[in-house]
């Protein structure tokens, strides 16, 4: 099974882009995040012309995630636990159906900027919440992914200039933080896993020439219950994906789980 990650930044502005690399491509499962559109405008046909069930948790012109996949999905929820007053649509999850069923949820945590303010306060509760909600998953004992955009720089390895960054909410000390306090409920990092390199980057700005310049971070990532660390089998980060057509700014991550 290979499952796709992608902050597709808007699925309309980018479809012929994002339809191109599916259809090269060809995963069997795909969380988008950042479609900026609310349900009933997501594309959806042209993914299911490539064999795609969709499923989607859409916010008009912000936020906004997707699961596609070619197998059947069920238990489908839509939002993170634990705060019922959070209109913000950054999570979705299903099990992918199949003779070894893997659940997959799909997250745009929360950027955090500007320090100091009330989006970063929502970001590290945000983060509070998954972890909660990874407790929880860990208890049903099963395979399951958490993959998306984590919005976090979790070492300074995962930036080409880390020194550009050390007043953003992604490297703040409390973010990293919270991201490994995730990983160390028991959770494998899929680039740990697969033995990527340093300087595998997953996310470069529009702006200050970041692509030509490789001013990079890595910001995506699949996070692997046990079960599914034991079935790993390989990562591939599409760089190539950001010389596209009106490429996204940041490129696609495929993990690969044996059946």
């Given at each position: 099974?290979?499952?796709?990650?992608?902050?597709?930044?808007?699925?309309?502005a980018r479809?012929?882009?994002v339809?191109?690399?599916?259809?090269?491509?060809?995963?069997?499962?795909?969380?988008?995040?950042?479609?900026?559109?609310?349900?009933?405008?997501?594309?959806?046909?042209?993914?299911?012309?490539?064999?795609?069930?969709?499923?989607?948790?859409?916010?008009?012109?912000?936020?906004?995630?997707?699961?596609?996949?070619?197998?059947?999905?069920?238990?489908?929820?839509?939002?993170?636990?634990?705060?019922?007053?959070?209109?913000q649509?950054?999570?979705?999850?299903?099990?992918?159906?199949?003779?070894?069923?893997?659940?997959?949820?799909?997250?745009?945590?929360?950027?955090?900027?500007?320090?100091?303010?009330?989006?970063?306060?929502?970001?590290?509760?945000?983060?509070?919440?998954?972890?909660?909600?990874?407790?929880?998953?860990?208890?049903l004992e099963?395979?399951?992914?958490?993959?998306?955009?984590?919005?976090?720089?979790?070492?300074?390895?995962?930036?080409?200039?880390?020194?550009?960054?050390?007043?953003?909410a992604?490297?703040?000390?409390?973010s990293?933080?919270?991201?490994?306090?995730?990983?160390?409920?028991?959770?494998?990092?899929?680039?740990?896993?697969?033995?990527?390199?340093?300087?595998?980057?997953?996310?470069?700005?529009?702006?200050?020439?970041?692509?030509?310049?490789?001013?990079g971070?890595?910001?995506d990532?699949?996070?692997?219950?046990?079960?599914?660390?034991?079935?790993?089998?390989?990562?591939?980060?599409?760089?190539?994906?950001?010389?596209?057509?009106?490429?996204?700014?940041?490129?696609?991550?495929?993990?690969?789980?044996?059946?």
């Amino acid at each position: 099974m290979r499952i796709a990650t992608w902050n597709v930044n808007s699925v309309n502005a980018r479809l012929e882009t994002v339809l191109a690399w599916l259809g090269e491509h060809q995963p069997d499962v795909v969380c988008f995040q950042e479609i900026k559109c609310v349900d009933e405008k997501f594309p959806r046909e042209p993914f299911e012309s490539l064999g795609y069930n969709v499923e989607t948790h859409g916010q008009k012109s912000y936020n906004g995630v997707a699961l596609l996949s070619k197998l059947p999905m069920s238990d489908v929820r839509r939002g993170l636990p634990g705060d019922p007053s959070d209109e913000q649509a950054r999570y979705i999850e299903a099990v992918i159906e199949g003779p070894r069923p893997v659940r997959v949820g799909g997250l745009y945590l929360p950027n955090g900027n500007p320090i100091g303010t009330e989006k970063f306060a929502y970001k590290l509760g945000w983060f509070d919440r998954l972890n909660a909600h990874a407790r929880d998953l860990l208890a049903l004992e099963e395979a399951f992914v958490l993959c998306g955009d984590y919005n976090v720089i979790p070492t300074p390895d995962d930036a080409r200039n880390p020194s550009a960054w050390v007043d953003d909410a992604l490297f703040q000390p409390e973010s990293r933080a919270a991201f490994r306090a995730l990983c160390n409920l028991g959770l494998s990092d899929s680039h740990v896993l697969g033995h990527e390199p340093p300087g595998t980057f997953t996310f470069w700005d529009y702006q200050a020439g970041a692509w030509q310049r490789d001013h990079g971070i890595r910001i995506d990532f699949h996070l692997l219950s046990p079960q599914a660390a034991d079935r790993f089998a390989g990562i591939e980060t599409h760089r190539q994906a950001r010389e596209m057509d009106k490429p996204s700014d940041h490129v696609p991550v495929v993990v690969t789980l044996k059946d």
